[in-house]
Structure formats: structure tokens, C-alpha cells
């Protein structure tokens, strides 16, 4: 759990040193304070102008101090004795959180008291470490040397080499995507992890200092070689439906069609993670996946699934007609649908309407769309028998 130093709110004054910042009568005048869950795969924190500044984490704080949570910033205000945020909270597990940011990192509003410490006394939850990405900073060293010495400990800086995260996270993916391919079973959870840990990296460094080595989206700066960019997330999954096919042409028919199922709420589920996203378009932007895979999709279900026709509802107006003899029909708009009579009256008896079409050839049409399956309405894909 980290907090970058002025990132969500001026919450500390520039006055004294490390610990007078983070102890200042400003900062503790806040109910709680803002920080980020982050871990190997997706380590997204928030930044000021583009730029990381003093990272504190913080660990052993009691569960209930947790006021406010959600997979992107809340735009919270904690300076009066409730927590208020503008945008809807979202509760996941610590295990799931990193899973579902995409809005850059997430943000835990956490109460300042250590109420952990046992003490009736008020005490501030004090930082555990200093944080710092792929090299160590003089403001980050002062900041651990401040504090070590006026809470009577020393304050480690941990050195975190995102670009070895990034790496590691791609052997996982690879791993996915071979086992996937090469395994007797078609497991489409495999490509649920694909899509979650390709996108975490992207989410944590979409405007990193280590975007364009890593992503290469930006248009001024655009490397569709850099490891992580879209187009080899989509290439993968061409490489999963390929796989798929291929199987189902092996005769695993049932198991390919409920893979692709498997496959398409995996991709769904990725783009509803885009919870700031506010159309599906943009969702689908956001999340990388194109178009064509969709496409691929539904023609490979359309192309292997038989559609299972469900049965057709009686249909009873000719059964009402009939029961209407000598009764006046009103409201019914005739020029579309008869055609027998050239000048049509305002209303027709029944005796008149059954004249005026053929009830045998409509009978007979009914029962061709039983015995033949032409209702087109409700369809579903199962095994197909292919050859």
C-alpha cells in the first residue's frame, strides 16, 4: 500500500524535514489519507506532472481503517469526519484490485489513526518504507534518513525495477499462451490471464516514464515492437482462436464451442474493467482488444455451431378470426397485409377478411416453418458435425 506525497491532495507543508511533513498539524487535520495498492503485475501509482516524487508505503493497519476503495482515483475529499467521494466506490479483494485497475492505479482511503497501536492516545500510521522505481533518488534517501531518525528506526528504500515486473509478467504470458496451445484440454481461463496481466502492465505504465520502451502507443512515439504493445496482445489471441479452430476440426467440437464462449466473456470482462470509460467504444479503445477478434468470434461459433431453433409459439388468429364471425374488426391497418381487395373500407367483417386471403397456403406455411426450422428468432450454437 503506497502514497505518493502530495499526488491526490497539498496534504503536507514544504516546512522542516521528512517526518514534520508527514507529522504536520495540516496533514492530520485529514480524516484519512489516499494511497494505491500495487504489486508485481500492476504497479500504477498516481504522479504529479507526469513525474513520481516521494513514495511511503505502509503496512499493519487494521482492516477497518480501510474507509473508501475503487480500481481508479475516487476524487475523494477526507478533511471532514466522513469520507466523500465523486465518483462510486468499488470494493474488490487485495488479491482482485490489481486485476481490475484501469484507471492508472487505485486509490484506498485510509484512516490516519493507528488504531493498531493500542494507544488511547491519537497516533498517526507512520510510513514502513520509502518506495523508489528503477533508481534511487537524493529526495528519496534524505526522506528515509529524516525518518529513521525521529521515529527511532531505521526506514528501508526498497528498489523497485519495474522493467523486471514488465519481464516477468511476460514469461507468465507466454507460459499461458504455450500451455493453451499445447494442451489436451482448451482451457480459455488461460486467455482470461493473458488479457488481465498484458493489460495490468499496460494500465501501470499507459504514462509512466517507461510508456514508450514498454507500450509504444504514443502517436508522436509509436513502436509496435515495444513488448507490450496492442498489437501483440492481438496477435495472441488470433494465435488462442487459431488454436481453437484447429482443435474443433479435430473433432473437440463441444469443448472448442464452449471454449470460445470461455473466450468472448473473457474479452467482456476485460472491457467492463474500463469502469471510467463511459461508452463501449472507448471501452473497447481503452482496452486494446480490435474489432477483428470479435469478428473472428462469432464467425468461427457461426461456422462449427449448428443454431438450435426453439419452437415456435402457436399462433392463434386464425382460431380468433374464426370465433369472430359477424363481428366488426377495428383498428387493424389492412392495405399492408391483403391484397385481394383493391379498395379497402375503414373496417372489414370477418367474413370479409377471410375471403380476402388464402387461410390453406397460410396453414401450409405454418407447418413448412415447424418441419423445416426456418424460424430465424432466439438462436444458439451447439456441435455441429463437421467434415
Known sequence: MVSLLGAYRESSTTDGDMYDRW????????HALCYSLINQSNPGTAMISGKTGVIISIDGFSPEAVSAEAPYDLCSDNRQNTVFTWRQQRFFSAQNMPNQTRGMYSEYDIEIQDVLSGSDKYKKIQPATIICFEEVDEDSIRAAIELGKKLGHP???ELIDRRELAQTEMMHITEALNNFKTGETIDPALV???ITRFNNVRNAHRFSNLSDELLGENKQNENKDAPFNIEHLNQMLKECLASVEQKIRSGQVQEGLEALEG???????ERQRAFLMPTMYEKQLW????L?????LDELQRTYGKPIVKPIEEIKTLEILSQMQGQELSSVTFDATFGKIETMPEQLSTEQIMQAIDVTKIKES????????FYQENKSYDERTYC
Do not use: C, F, L
Open 292 to 296: 477483428d477478434i470479435d469478428y473472428t
Open 192 to 194: 482470461g490471464e493473458i
Open 155 to 157: 526506514v528501508p528504500i
Open 366 to 373: 405454418i407447418a413448412e416453418i415447424h418441419s423445416q426450422g
Open 263 to 269: 473466450i468472448k466473456t473473457a474479452i467482456s470482462d
Open 287 to 290: 482496452t486494446g482488444i480490435d
Open 23 to 30: 507529522n504536520t498539524s495540516q496533514m492530520a487535520s485529514n
